[in-house]
């Protein structure tokens, strides 16, 4: 069992979109959550813990992971994804971009 994270900003579109997409998938456990303050699921500690990857939509979800987890990323198998923040949830777009970006990274879709 794969257990994937998914992060943005605020958790409301693209991270939510992602977890919904990939729940549906045998194999994987999927969370969501965001790294800015008034996140819907703002990131802790535990879900870094949890994750054997962490899918992030932009190069500064990455940076700002590194500098505010520093401590809990030893190990951390951490993909940026350069999905920028111009979809709704759910859209299809949105959809086809993460299926393409992320399914041939679990190996076994």
Same mark, same amino acid.
Request: with cysteine.
């Given at each position: 069992m794969k257990k994937l994270l998914f992060l943005?900003?605020?958790n409301k579109l693209r991270s939510p979109t992602a977890e919904a997409i990939f729940s549906e998938y045998e194999g994987v456990e999927v969370e969501s959550a965001g790294l800015n303050k008034g996140a819907e699921? $703002? $990131?802790s500690t535990e879900s870094i813990e949890w994750a054997d990857i962490i899918f992030v939509m932009e190069n500064s979800h990455k940076n700002k992971l590194s500098k505010n987890f520093k401590s809990f990323m030893k190990g951390k198998r951490v993909v940026c994804l350069d999905i920028p923040d111009e979809y709704d949830?759910?859209?299809p777009d949105l959809i086809k971009i993460l299926k393409k970006k992320v399914l041939p990274l679990?190996?076994?879709f």
């Open positions: 943005c900003s605020q699921n $703002l $990131l949830y759910m859209s679990l190996g076994t």
